[in-house]
């Protein structure tokens, strides 16, 4: 049966290929009794899993000798190996099918919960973080249990897989990197989310807040995902795919036509010159922001450097990831965010963010953990001055409020430049420090923002997200999240003016930057720099290229003084025209 699901799309693109549901055993496990006479075939059931998931790791382990994996990997199917042999994983299960007549699933994830329990009572960060090599083992189980298989299915030259999942850490989505996948879908998700903006680096269509695409739609089905037009539709029948073949066709020839942008310089049609910088979130996506064509990077998300991995890098393993892509930007700037941890970018094991926050987005999240933490920010200060000598590096600084935490995040880096000048290591001694305005407390107080630091970039998902009071990874709140709420447009526009009248530099790096919509808006408003997904670079410079940015300038002024939405998308439809 031919059906349609709607959701919010946070790539365009179309995508046609077989859907792959992402499972998350543990979640999916029924309790049922057994008859006495069942036991010992079920007991055997659970052996054959458990035997058949020691196969698995071997089959991994002999991979990854002969291939160039990291050292981490055979220590990981080391501890995953340890688990899976530990009795409390293979013997208790089996007595308590024994005593409790019920099905091996239930029986193996009720010991998992036990231990799970115990590992939250170790003090040792190192110990208790062992809890997730606990359930990805049993989840590695179940799945054997539950007939589904360990390994995602890439895309391969004949079949395009979707993946289709309830919901995708910023964790999960970044390891999706290293395989192909023409599309994929969730039933949650902001489009704002962390997981959405991984999303859109993987260059793929994707469609987030299903809601329930699922529990309908089954292994192996056939699906179009149309990001642009926020909709999947399962199981098409033959006319809608042929008509979707060649909307897809059309939207590569087009594609390929902006690659002759490339080396443009993006200038509007009154002769000013705009800056379009990339955000990366990993030193390989580089190589898109390059294609497309980046004269800088506006925006290394480097928290993700600390995810997706045992334990946190080192203050050498960060310096390479800075020095890379400085490097390889070759002069041009680059701006390495310090961590932004906390919120819906979790890692395990890190004080402070392991408890669990009453309110994470307005907890101990990014600037804040690292005031916390100051023997983590030194390390990663030192990596990213170290790096500084490679290339053009500079600094931002993530949620940022007051005046005091200015001062502090300014001390740390002067103490992180005295350890570096003591051991003689060089540096760029004048490197730029700019603070991220993502809170409105930050703009209504941004004089104190523009005196004590060199630029300013204006991360807008987080600004509208804290003025609007929606959580931007909530798909229940999704429709109140609005860029074009009267109240956000002021406060952008506001940041603007304020940072260009005291000639300091300003930027915006949130997810508006690259919304085609918005760039006439941003520009009349007076922003001359974007930092965005390496994806839209091409597509805004075509707008850039095809604005005046003066002539803009009194319409745009309508559009902040008004309060009625409807005469703002009015005003919107018009500028765009
Ligand atoms: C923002 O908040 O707009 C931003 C660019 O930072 P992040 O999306 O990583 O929170
Ligand atoms: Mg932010």
Redesign the pocket.
């Known amino acids: 049966m031919s059906f349609i699901l709607h959701g919010i799309g946070v790539t365009g693109g179309i995508a046609i290929g077989r859907a792959q549901l992402v499972s998350h055993a543990t979640l999916e496990v029924a309790h049922y009794a057994i008859r006495p006479e069942q036991v010992p075939a079920e007991i055997a059931r659970l052996t054959q899993a458990i035997h058949a998931v020691q196969k698995e790791l071997e089959g991994l382990h002999g991979a990854m000798t002969s291939g160039d994996a990291p050292a981490e990997f055979g220590a990981f199917l080391d501890v995953h190996w340890m688990i899976l042999t530990d009795p409390t994983i293979s013997e208790t299960p089996k007595r308590m099918i024994a005593e409790l007549h019920c099905n091996a699933e239930w029986a193996l994830t009720q010991q998992m919960a036990v231990l799970v329990e115990q590992f939250d009572t170790i003090e040792d960060p190192y110990l208790r973080e062992r809890k997730a090599d606990v359930v990805q083992v049993v989840e590695r189980v179940l799945k054997v249990l539950l007939g589904k298989p360990g390994a995602l299915r890439a895309s391969s030259a004949e079949e395009q897989t979707i993946l289709v999942a309830h919901d995708l850490s910023p964790a999960d989505v970044i390891q999706f990197k290293t395989h192909h996948f023409a599309a994929f879908l969730t039933d949650l998700g902001g489009v704002?989310s962390?997981t959405a903006?991984v999303a859109r680096s993987l260059n793929v269509p994707a469609v987030v807040a299903t809601h329930n695409a699922r529990a309908l739609i089954r292994e192996n089905e056939l699906l179009i995902v149309d990001g642009a037009k926020n909709v999947v539709i399962v199981n098409p029948d033959r006319s809608v795919l042929a008509e979707y073949r060649l909307k897809q066709g059309e939207f590569e020839i087009e594609r390929k036509k902006l690659k002759r942008l490339k080396t443009t310089r993006p200038t509007t049609l009154d002769g000013l010159e705009i800056e379009l910088f990339a955000?990366i979130e990993l030193p390989d996506d580089l190589t898109q922001a390059l294609e497309n064509g980046a004269t800088g990077v506006g925006?290394f998300?480097s928290?993700f450097l600390f995810l997706n991995r045992q334990g946190l890098p080192s203050e050498d393993e960060q310096f390479e990831a800075y020095r890379q892509v400085a490097a390889g930007m070759d002069g041009r700037p680059v701006t390495v965010?310090t961590f932004?941890l906390g919120?819906d970018?979790h890692k395990e094991g890190l004080d402070g963010l392991s408890r669990v926050a009453p309110n994470p987005a307005l907890g101990l999240r990014?600037i804040r953990f690292c005031l916390a933490e100051p023997k983590l920010f030194i390390t990663q200060l030192r990596a990213i001055l170290r790096a500084s000598q490679y290339g053009n590096i500079n600094i931002l600084v993530?949620?940022l409020v007051s005046a005091a935490e200015i001062d502090q995040t300014l001390v740390m880096i002067a103490r992180a430049k005295d350890s570096l000048r003591e051991q003689g290591v060089p540096f760029d001694a004048g490197i730029k420090v700019g603070g991220?305005i993502?809170i409105p407390a930050a703009v209504l107080g941004i004089g104190t923002f523009i005196r004590r630091l060199d630029f300013l970039?204006?991360?807008?998902?987080?600004?509208?997200?804290y003025t609007l009071a929606v959580d931007?990874a909530d798909e229940a709140v999704s429709h109140l999240y609005d860029p074009l709420h009267p109240a956000v447009l002021r406060l952008i526009a506001m940041a603007i003016d304020t940072a260009n009248k005291a000639n300091v530099p300003i930027a915006?790096?949130?997810?508006?930057a690259g919304d085609l919509r918005l760039t006439r808006m941003l520009l009349g408003m007076g922003l001359r720099h974007f930092?965005m997904h390496p994806a839209h670079l091409l597509e805004v410079k075509q707008r850039v290229l095809g604005s005046d940015a003066a002539a803009l300038r009194p319409m745009v002024n309508r559009m902040r003084r008004s309060d009625d939405p409807e005469r703002v998308a009015e005003l919107l439809d018009r500028l765009n025209d």
């Open positions: 704002t962390h903006i955000n925006l998300r928290e965010r932004d919120a970018k990014a993530p949620m991220m993502e970039s204006i991360g807008t998902n987080d600004l509208i997200q931007r915006v790096c949130g997810e508006m930092s």
